[in-house]
């Protein structure tokens, strides 16, 4: 019998948010619980530090150079998406495609469902392309009774954009019909903000049980007392907006953390002195008012976690209930990070960095085949293989990850690519203990050692260039980005 899978992600959830990965503040009793019980994995890097290009290589197993979503607002290559025509010699439907996790899945006969966050497509593209992500195509209602097929994905249940103001999808069209009061109050715009430097930082209008991150955890655990969850295997896209900024939890439960201590940033502005010209060396965005705003910013943080936690919670107990529970993968891990006041920053952007490339993986696997608990280097890329592995499904493309199940633990490595025109390009390579980045732009390289230097504090590049390991480590840097320079996107003619 094949397994079913669970993948829950969350969105810019940095590594230390969890009470299991050392956060004594967070209140996640439901994950920390599901990593006593399984795995984690203490090491996982995404791909990319924003969000549709770590996402685009979740469900390729490709690098951004060879899936060619490289930065926010490039969609992934899907023909399907792409109309053909006689005068481009049908080019779109042979050439501009990257084949996906749930359209391998269900060519092999798993029931393949999204609920919550996708962002495989730009929210904000030509309404023209007629994209099931275009934020405003949805404010026209021509979606709203749209549930797939997309990317592969037999049934979605979509969520858009982010916070209160902006969210979107079948989410607000939900709120819109069983709480109108709330949702209206959304589209008003707030007049005096706690923090005035930070208008993306105040207490939700949205009560908690209207809220997304309870929407996502009710719709899932529907599915999973359906009939249509026991029929044949499943995959499930579990998927939450938050903790991405705006830092607008439920207004109870931002009077309740706001009581609470948090996990005071460790890395100063000071601590640019010594990285790369390409690192701008002012914090940016800036936070005004530290430290009471940053404490703010990790508090409701905290609270969007808390929530996310109960919601995986319900998720678990409607596996359990259903006798689903010894035959669920269940995983769960990020897209990317936030510097939640580390260098003085919040939010993210396209610079290698522990704060955003680093994320927490938790594995529930009972049947028994993947690594216990690790401090191995896991790329986001390697997922795709693995639940290939895991489900006997055979890979029909190049990819540039590797299954969990193959390969000697010592030996691997996770990449992370920059490419966007935002900042100078940068190629990062991590092993066990380092985390060594080169900007080919200006010749310049970077190092930390995460056992001493957890928030990189300290490049020490000067004395690490001097030892065979950072000659093993550039030489396996270049060869594996260039091993992934493919590029699929943007072929919709053959001229």
């Not at 004594?24 to 920390?32: E, N, R, S």
């Not at 899936?67 to 926010?72: A, S």
């Not at 949805?138 to 954009?161: A, I, S």
């Not at 991405?244 to 009581?259: G, I, M, N, V, Y």
Request: charged share 25%; glycine share 6%.
């Amino acid at each position: 019998m094949k397994p079913n899978i669970l993948w829950i992600c969350t969105d810019e959830q940095r590594y230390d948010s969890l009470g299991c990965t050392g956060n004594p503040h967070a209140v996640t009793p439901h994950l920390d619980a599901l990593a006593a019980e399984g795995a984690i994995y203490h090491r996982f890097i995404t791909a990319n530090p924003v969000c549709m290009p770590s996402r685009a290589s979740f469900f390729t197993g490709q690098m951004p150079s060879r899936h060619g979503v490289v930065t926010n607002g490039v969609g992934l290559p899907n023909r399907d998406l792409v109309p053909a025509s006689p005068t481009s010699r049908n080019m779109p439907q042979r050439e501009s495609h990257a084949n996906t996790l749930p359209e391998l899945l269900a060519a092999a006969g798993y029931h393949t469902r999204s609920i919550g966050k996708l962002h495989l497509c730009p929210t904000r593209g030509a309404p023209e392309l007629n994209h099931p992500e275009n934020d405003w195509l949805w404010k026209e209602g021509k979606f709203d009774d749209w549930h797939g097929p997309y990317f592969g994905f037999e049934h979605v249940d979509l969520t858009l954009n982010h916070g209160e103001r902006n969210i979107g999808g079948h989410y607000r069209k939900w709120l819109r019909e069983v709480a109108p009061e709330v949702e209206a109050l959304l589209n008003k715009r707030i007049e005096n903000y706690p923090a005035p430097e930070i208008d993306t930082l105040y207490p939700g209008r949205i009560p908690e049980e209207y809220h997304h991150s309870t929407w996502v955890g009710q719709k899932t655990a529907d599915f999973l007392s359906s009939d249509e969850a026991k029929e044949k295997p499943f995959f499930l896209w579990m998927s939450f907006p938050d903790p991405h900024q705006p830092f607008t939890p439920p207004a109870s439960l931002a009077e309740e953390f706001s009581k609470h201590d948090y996990l005071v940033p460790t890395a100063t502005v000071e601590d640019l002195a010594d990285k790369p010209s390409a690192w701008p060396k002012e914090s940016m965005p800036c936070i005004k008012n530290q430290p009471e705003n940053i404490g703010t910013v990790r508090r409701y943080t905290d609270a969007q976690n808390h929530l996310i936690d109960r919601a995986v919670g319900q998720a678990i107990k409607a596996l359990k209930a259903n006798g689903l529970w010894e035959n669920t993968i269940v995983i769960f891990t990020s897209d990317h990070g936030d510097y939640l006041g580390d260098y003085g920053r919040i939010r993210k952007n396209e610079l290698p960095c522990n704060a955003l490339n680093h994320v927490p993986c938790i594995v529930h696997d009972p049947l028994g085949k993947l690594p216990k608990t690790t401090d191995m280097a896991v790329s986001g890329v390697d997922m795709f293989p693995t639940i290939c592995e895991l489900a006997g499904v055979e890979i029909t493309h190049s990819i540039d990850g590797q299954s969990l199940l193959q390969g000697d633990p010592d030996q691997r490595r996770a990449l992370v690519q920059c490419m966007s025109e935002e900042f100078p390009p940068s190629f990062t390579i991590y092993d066990r203990e380092y985390r060594l980045t080169w900007f080919p732009g200006q010749d310049e390289w970077e190092c930390y050692a995460h056992q001493n230097d957890p928030y990189e504090r300290k490049n020490i590049i000067a004395e690490f260039r001097l030892t065979e390991r950072f000659k093993e480590l550039r030489e396996e840097l270049m060869v594996r980005h260039l091993s992934a320079l493919h590029p699929r996107i943007g072929r919709f003619s053959c001229w």
